[in-house]
């Protein structure tokens, strides 16, 4: 059953929740509030309280005041931001964020049945890291339509270094996988993510016979546009 669950529609569709959730929430709690507090210090004014001078403009402010340094106030902007953020997630990058009451819980779990588990830095960054890719490579494409690829040639023909430039993320495209053009065989030896109306650039290795992986990626430069050096 939890095969056919779509998490990353789901995410989105609960994210969008949560930012209405949110909105609808932060209004009711700014009426209530500043309206509770406008209506004291009119009260107040009106009875001389506040000295001489105090106008409504005044107590406005000062409702507004107390409005944005009230904890509640910054909760919902939390749940707000976080709706955005996981919503954002699903869409561009499909990524299944939950929710940080349930991480939250999840990770105290965690911790207590792991004591001696840490939370990396280092770890933090790379999935820090890996969701801004993963963010700026959907604004990219997103841009910019699909053209043929782009190949180009560098080095000395042996070894034979190829680059290929794509508008669009090839799956399963990991170094160092064995990727068969054409008749030649290349071994991927990196992956970059940069600008223009091809970001996906590729750089492959040819192999000398005899050194082949197990997983051999083929890929026919049939459409592709071969780049004047």
Same mark, same amino acid.
């Given at each position: ?132 890719? %993963? *963010? ?6 997103? !841009? ?5 690829? =782009?190949?180009? /040639? &560098? $080095? ?35 992956? %970059? *993510? ?6 996906? !650039? ?5 192999? =000398?016979?005899? /050194? &082949? $992986? ?16």
């Amino acid at each position: 059953m939890a095969g056919f669950v779509q998490w990353e529609r789901a995410t989105a569709v609960s994210g969008i929740l949560e930012i209405g959730a949110a909105i609808t929430g932060l209004a009711f709690w700014y009426l209530y509030l500043v309206g509770s507090v406008v209506s004291a210090g009119m009260d107040l004014a009106v009875n001389g309280k506040l000295g001489p001078g105090a106008t409504e403009q005044q107590v406005g402010g000062a409702a507004f005041f107390i409005f944005l340094v009230q904890p509640l106030t910054w909760v919902i902007v939390c749940f707000l931001v976080e709706g955005v953020v996981r919503s954002c997630g699903a869409l561009f990058t499909d990524s299944a964020l939950g929710t940080v009451p349930f991480y939250l819980l999840e990770r105290i779990v965690f911790l207590v049945r792991n004591p001696r588990t840490a939370i990396s830095p280092a770890a933090v960054r790379r999935n820090v890291a890996s969701f801004s890719e %993963s *963010l700026r490579e959907r604004f990219l494409t997103a !841009r910019s339509q699909e053209v043929p690829d =782009e190949l180009r /040639r &560098l $080095g000395n023909p042996s070894p034979e270094i190829l680059e290929i430039w794509a508008s669009r993320r090839k799956v399963d495209w990991v170094a160092p996988k064995i990727v068969l053009v054409d008749e030649a065989y290349y071994r991927l030896e990196e992956v %970059s *993510l940069k600008t223009g109306i091809r970001p996906f !650039r590729y750089r492959l290795k040819r192999l =000398e016979a005899g /050194r &082949l $992986g197990r997983t051999v990626i083929v890929y026919k430069s049939g459409d592709a546009v071969v780049a004047k050096e």
